[in-house]
């Protein structure tokens, strides 16, 4: 009779990771920095990621709210605190609507932003050339 494998044996390497979820080792990375304590990742031998089944959910679900959901990594975080392992019935679909409009509302803002940076430039501009007119 063979031996029952060990909690071990479920780990998974961030290269199989990589192939499971087609996430990019390099953005795993970055979550695992960004969620560390969300994530749990274990450390194998020379400080391996290591991944369990639901490490590996929970990287899902950060990279589900990131992406589908356009939340900025604080914003996520927000939400990941708030139950623990991931969105609860309650608190989920408010916050991340209210999150959302958020979102929304600091894209209206960088775009009125950048519409003044470019008024800006064109006086930067005209000025530079009367100056040039006059001293030319």
Known sequence: MSPEPGPEAQ??????????????AATIRYYDQ???EFLRVQRGAGRRRMFSPGAVERLLEVRRLLKEESLSVRQAR?????????????????EVAALKAE????????????????RLRDIQSRTLALVDGMTG
């Open 78 to 94: 927000r939400v990941l605190s708030g139950g623990g392992a991931g969105l609860t019935a309650s608190a989920g679909a408010g």
């Open 103 to 118: 979102v929304e509302d600091l894209k209206r803002q960088v775009a009125a932003l950048e519409e003044q940076v470019t």
């Open 11 to 24: 780990l998974m390497s961030i290269k199989q990771v990589v192939e499971a979820t087609g996430i990019p």
């Open 34 to 36: 960004q969620f560390e």
